[in-house]
């Protein structure tokens, strides 16, 4: 007899639960949760019915089946995560009749379904052979579940036995529906049979497949076997808690990044992989050290740049001496970045002598705009490997230097300083030059990507500076990329200022000596820069003086003295004898002597050149040490001489009757470049014609077959060695006189500065007896 109910619902998703069956399930939609606790107010019933569709979160009545089982909830189990485990066991099929949405949870009327066929010779006939054949699935399964089926008296409650079978044996849940929804037990049975049957055959070839592997044991399988084996020992060991230990540290860390969709794939697919592993695995501990670095990069993490000019320039005046021209170059940059507010921008290059200072401007930089330093050598790196890192697949792969920088900054908008960028050299591995192309350009750095990471890195929002001595190795393609900043050397007068306020602060600071205990007075000083050192930078005299206040408290202390004054003539008891004397002019006009003006990589110079004609056959010897551009400079002014000999009062033939020859002093020191051009036209000139040269003026300038006078580099310094010299008149290429204004103003006024376009202008300015008031 059909009987109503009228019961709350909860939609099964992937079960189906049968009469006479107990199982649990976990509950955590909302309006199931609401079903149940209504249940339990009433009878403890619910109707269970599964979804035909699984991936549905919220199922309509036409989205789940008809027919399903009114269940008893046995009990219920509030779980950790917000969700009920419940045990229900089912009572009778039901067909729902009316559907109700309530506005909390899904109620249903539903009637029972009558069976067909309850009891007779036949049904018992399938029993029996259902029975027979479920035994054989269990064998095959090697499964201890018929102990539960002989708890069922098969003979006395068939249908009890059959649905018991459908629920174990059949793991196609449709399947499961359409033996649910059949009324005729027969009929019931047949499916389930046919199910069965389909089961045993393939239970049958996983045993086949089984026994087939297990009787081919390899050396792999062996490991396999003792790795497990000593798992188990470590867990009863409690070793292996340590290794969760690492996998549940790795599993905070990737929930705390900052970390985009594609790295925490990544990261999240590496883990897994770590998951499987066996703790004492080497690959596992490649993969440790893959996650580690992936989680110290600082993805996401940006410091709050604070760009603000004025606080810039006093940053950069307190920090450094001099440089106007460099600060003020700086400060325009940073007036864009402030204005503007864009990433983009000019990727700066500072170019000078060594210890001008490069590395620390950009310091400096970093601490005025509020951003992390960190700072990339480039001197000697050879592998293109360095900057774009190691692929995994390699013993020892490692990233390359710029996940180094950015691990290092902990910010993913530092300021990175390419430091030596000009001596970058290629091999075989690669041209590291080319590498950086990619970083350095604005449109590409948004997705570099390093060959060990293999993740996307954004690094547009880096501010790149690049500092170099000489822009001549820097590849051509690279230095396009790149805004160029020349920082000369520096004047005596900022020489002796930064020694006086920066360096003796710093030294004291650093030997954590009182400044009174010993004071270095501003002749110890000059004596020291201009006895003991000789270079364009402040590095030789920080490390002069700072030896100079060392061997000072050395003394200080032998003597049992409270305090030390260092003065002049104490500099060289503590220093010993003067290292260098810079080049004199002669006090005589000489004839073949001519003052020139050279550049080294200490600064500026005086080169004096020396001509003398011999009687001979029309040979020119050079000497000196002397460049393959200097010699071509010899040559130059040799063939002009010889072809306005007239012009100049010389003897049209001595080509033919002289030998002449052109010296540099200390000949020892290397010595090449263009600008000498001039000095030797006019040494020639004054050997030839035996005209004097003044002793007071110093020459520089490139000298062309037609007489003209080019630009030459370097102004500024090569001034300030002729005025140390005592030279009082400079003559200078014309186009030059643009970097007169770089000349410091007190060294300016005190030299008489001559610009020329062609040698005869040189000449006459330079030679005793030439009408110096011709143009």
């Known amino acids: ?53 699984s991936r549905v979160e919220e199922p309509c009545q036409d989205e789940i089946y008809s027919i399903g089982t009114i269940c008893k909830i046995k009990q219920i189990l509030k779980m950790s ?68 089926i002989k708890s069922i008296d098969i003979s006395k409650d068939p249908e009890s036995f059959v649905d018991m079978v459908a629920s174990y044996a059949i793991t196609d849940e449709e399947i499961k529906q359409q033996v649910l929804e059949s009324s005729d037990i027969i009929e019931r049975i047949q499916k389930v049979l046919e199910r069965i049957k389909t089961e045993i055959s393939i239970a049958k070839i996983q045993k086949k497949i089984a026994n087939k592997v297990k009787n081919i044991v390899t050396k792999e399988q062996k490991e396999f076997y003792l790795r497990e084996q000593l798992k188990a020992i470590q867990e009863e060991l409690g070793e292996d808690d340590e290794y969760k230990k690492e ?33 004492t695995s080497s690959e596992g501990n490649v993969i440790k050290a893959y996650l580690d670095w992936m989680l110290n990069i600082p993805w996401g993490k940006y410091t709050k740049e604070s760009i603000d000019i004025i606080k810039a320039r006093n940053v950069l005046d307190k920090e450094h001496y001099g440089l106007d021209d460099v600060k003020d170059r700086i400060i325009e940059y940073l007036s864009v970045k402030q204005f503007s507010k864009s990433p983009k921008g000019p990727i700066l290059c500072l170019v000078g002598p060594p210890g001008v200072g490069k590395t620390s401007i ?24 360095e900057i774009r890192g190691h692929r995994k697949t390699y013993v020892g792969a490692i990233p390359g230097r710029i996940v180094y920088a950015m691990k290092d900054a902990k910010s993913m908008n530092p300021l990175m300083l390419f430091d030596e960028i000009d001596k970058i050299n290629s091999s075989y591995k690669g041209d590291p030059s080319d590498a950086l192309l990619e970083i350095l350009d604005s449109e590409q750095n948004k997705e570099f990507r390093d060959s ?5 890195m954004n690094l547009s929002k880096v501010m790149f500076i690049a500092t170099a001595n000489t822009l001549e190795t820097i590849p051509r393609p690279l230095l396009d990329r790149m805004e160029v900043i020349e920082v000369s050397g520096y004047t005596y007068e900022e020489k002796f200022n930064i020694a006086k306020n920066h360096l003796l602060v710093k030294i004291f600071k650093e030997l954590d000596i009182p400044k009174d205990t010993i004071k270095v007075e501003d002749s110890a000083i000059t004596e020291i820069i201009e006895g003991y050192t000789r270079e364009s930078g ?23 003295q409270k305090e030390l004054i260092i003065d002049k003539k104490m500099v060289e008891t503590l220093l010993g004898k003067r290292l260098f004397d810079f080049d004199k002019i002669d006090e005589f006009d ?85 600008s000498a051009g001039v000095t030797m036209v006019t040494a020639l000139v004054s050997a030839l014609s035996g005209k004097k040269v003044k002793h007071n003026v ?64 040189v000449l006459k300015n330079a030679l005793i007896g030439e009408d110096t008031n011709e143009n």
């Open 1 to 53: 007899m059909k009987k109503l109910y009228t019961i709350p619902l909860i939609p099964l998703r992937g079960l189906t639960v049968f009469p006479n069956v107990v199982v649990h399930f976990d509950v955590g939609r909302e309006k199931s949760t609401e079903a149940i606790e209504q249940a339990m107010l009433d009878n403890q019933e619910i109707f269970l019915v599964g979804q035909k569709d």
């Open 81 to 148: 995560d917000n969700t009920i485990r419940v045990l229900v066991e089912g009572k009778e099929r039901a067909e729902i009749v009316e559907y109700m949405e309530e506005e909390k949870y899904i109620k249903v009327s539903v009637t029972t379904m009558n069976n067909q066929s309850a009891k007779s010779d036949e049904v018992d006939a399938y029993v029996k052979f259902l029975d027979k054949e479920f035994i054989k699935l269990l064998k095959l399964a090697e499964d201890n579940y018929s102990e539960i």
């Open 247 to 279: 996998i549940a540290k790795y599993e905070e860390k990737i929930s705390k990044a900052k970390l985009s969709k594609e790295v925490k794939e990544k990261v999240n697919y590496e883990l897994s992989r770590l998951k499987n592993m066996n703790s």
């Open 362 to 385: 950009a310091r400096s930089i970093a601490h005025a705009i509020n951003r992390k330093y960190t700072r990339i050598s480039l001197g000697g790196l050879k592998d293109e490997a």
């Open 452 to 456: 060990y990471l293999e993740v996307p």
């Open 538 to 560: 402040v590095r030789g005299l920080e490390r002069k003086v700072g030896s100079a206040i060392r061997k000072g408290l050395a003394e200080m202390l032998k003597k049992n």
């Open 590 to 674: 000489k004839v073949g002597v001519v003052n020139g003006m050279a550049w080294t990589a200490y600064g500026g110079d005086t080169l004096p050149i020396e001509a003398t004609a011999m009687t001979g056959s029309g040979k020119l010897q050079l000497t000196g040490k002397l460049g393959e551009v200097m010699q071509e400079s010899a040559k130059t002014a040799y063939s002009y001489v010889r072809a306005n000999a007239a012009k100049f009062g010389i003897n049209e033939t001595f080509y033919k009757e002289k030998d002449i020859h052109i010296h540099a002093p200390e000949g020892a020191v290397p010595k090449d470049g263009p």
């Open 698 to 761: 110093a020459m520089t300038g490139e000298v062309t077959l037609t007489g003209r006078v080019l630009p030459i580099g370097g102004l500024k310094e090569k001034s300030l060695a002729a005025f140390r010299a005592g030279v009082d008149t400079i003559i200078i290429p014309k186009e030059n006189e643009k970097d007169i204004d770089k000349i410091p103003a007190s060294i300016r006024s005190s030299l008489n500065i001559i610009s020329a376009k062609e040698v005869n202008e």
